[in-house]
């Protein structure tokens, strides 16, 4: 069945960076859009970032533009999250998404404090 596997979260002081990776099964990954959201406690989960199938034509969220970068490798079944110049406020549970099907992974969390 389709699955996606986050893995990458934890702990990162402000101004450090963190790497997320979503490892995919079950679908053929280098046909389909990828995407990542994240949901800060008390908040909606809300849209990061995405990755095209074909051309590898990338869209971010406003909050996030300059400081993220959403990669994918289809020979590992594999999407990115590189997220440098972190803040507080970017601290939340990371998901990763299968647009096309509506699948989401389980999640990883990332806390960015001092």
Do not use: H
């Not at 909050?63 to 959403?70: A, D, E, M, P, Q």
């Not at 601290?91 to 099907?101: D, E, G, N």
Request: charged share 15%; hydrophobic share 35%; net charge positive.
């Amino acid at each position: 069945q389709v699955q996606l596997v986050e893995s990458g979260g934890g702990l990162v002081q402000p101004g450090g960076s963190l790497r997320l990776s979503c490892a995919a099964s079950g679908f053929t990954f280098s046909m389909y859009t990828m995407a990542w959201y994240r949901q800060a406690p008390g908040k909606e989960r809300e849209y990061v970032a995405a990755i095209s199938n074909t051309d590898d034509n990338t869209n971010y969220a406003n909050s996030v533009k300059g400081r993220f970068t959403i990669t994918r490798d289809n020979a590992k079944m594999t999407v990115y999250l590189q997220m440098n110049s972190l803040k507080p406020e970017d601290t939340a549970v990371y998901y990763c998404q299968l647009p096309a099907r509506a699948i989401w992974g389980q999640g990883t969390q990332v806390t960015v404090s001092s």
